[in-house]
């Protein structure tokens, strides 16, 4: 048997067992009822089952064409999603986006940035790598990310930068300690305090502006351990081996038993910024980064 089944056997099937009427379903797909009746029967022919139970007066389904025409009516549902896809494709081609960020870029614009991108560009593939400042630099200068979401002042020949987020520092604190937001006076009150702080290899820029906070202040704080990992501080921090100074962000997000303590009365501030390679552009980037500019004024 040479037949094969086409698309258009399972369509003529399709709407036959619908209308469960030879004549009726004839009128339906404009073809005579003899030339209905050869499609079903090659489609029998070719799967070597009864689809059909013909009566004088009645036509019924067997399990078999239950099941296929059940399956039929998938595969169409996806053709017509294929079809769709192809049309958004030739107006829209499907880009790729590399994000690297630090934690703290989670609690503030990022996750709502990430949203808006899904919901205006479905078909835009985004990856995301929690990264360390330096190595998200490296990684544009070499274009293996697109945006960077960084806490550096300094950067690079080549890589541009916008600003998305400014704001101050806070303590954090565990629980039980004794100086909580209520009674807090001064960083003098922490002048005996082990730190737990971020590291150079975080930001050397971030980690400058942390120490001029000291300096303001007239100590020197006593480091006891330096991570790149905002939970990591903050699971130290809880289990009393420090306190710790951070972004005020970081407050959102994490579901840590610690306290904070503001310290927006410092001169002192933190920039959240958005990183690109000025060599490497492509229509994804283009989207998110109309989205960020939707999100915090065109700067």
């Keep these: 048997m040479s037949y094969q089944i086409e698309l258009r056997h399972l369509h003529y099937f399709h709407v036959l067992a619908g209308e469960l009427h030879f004549r009726k379903a004839a009128q339906r797909l404009f073809i005579s009822q003899p030339g209905l009746s050869r499609q079903i029967k090659q489609m029998e022919e070719i799967y070597g089952v009864s689809l059909l139970e013909r009566g004088k007066r009645s036509v019924k389904l067997t399990a078999a064409g239950s099941y296929l025409n059940r399956e039929i009516e998938q595969l169409f549902i996806q053709i017509s999603k294929i079809e769709r896809d192809v049309r958004y494709l030739g107006e829209n081609p499907v880009s790729q986006l590399r994000l690297g960020f630090i934690g703290s870029a989670v609690q503030t614009l990022l996750a709502e940035l990430l949203m808006t991108l899904k919901r205006d560009h479905p ?39 916008i600003p998305i987020l400014t704001e101050h520092f806070c303590l954090v604190v565990s629980k039980n300690h004794t100086i909580q937001q209520h009674n807090f006076k001064s960083l003098d009150d922490f002048k005996q305090e082990e730190f737990i702080l971020f590291s150079k290899e975080y930001s050397q820029s971030y980690y400058d502006l942390v120490m001029s906070i000291f300096r303001d202040a007239d100590f020197v704080p006593r480091v006891s351990l330096r991570t790149v990992n905002a939970l990591t501080i903050f699971n130290l921090v809880q289990q009393g081996l420090g306190v710790a100074l951070v972004p005020a962000s970081l407050k959102r997000g994490y579901n840590i038993d610690v306290n904070f303590i503001d310290l927006d009365m410092l001169d002192q501030r933190t920039t959240l910024s958005l990183a690109w390679n000025k060599n490497k552009w492509h229509q994804g980037m283009q989207f998110l980064l109309n989205i960020v500019h939707e999100k915090i004024g065109d700067l």
């Design 123 to 161: 078909r835009i593939e985004v990856e995301i790598q929690e990264l360390s400042n330096i190595l998200q630099l490296e990684m544009l200068l070499r274009e293996e990310l697109d945006f960077g979401f960084v806490r550096i002042d300094a950067v690079p020949n080549g890589i541009l930068t």
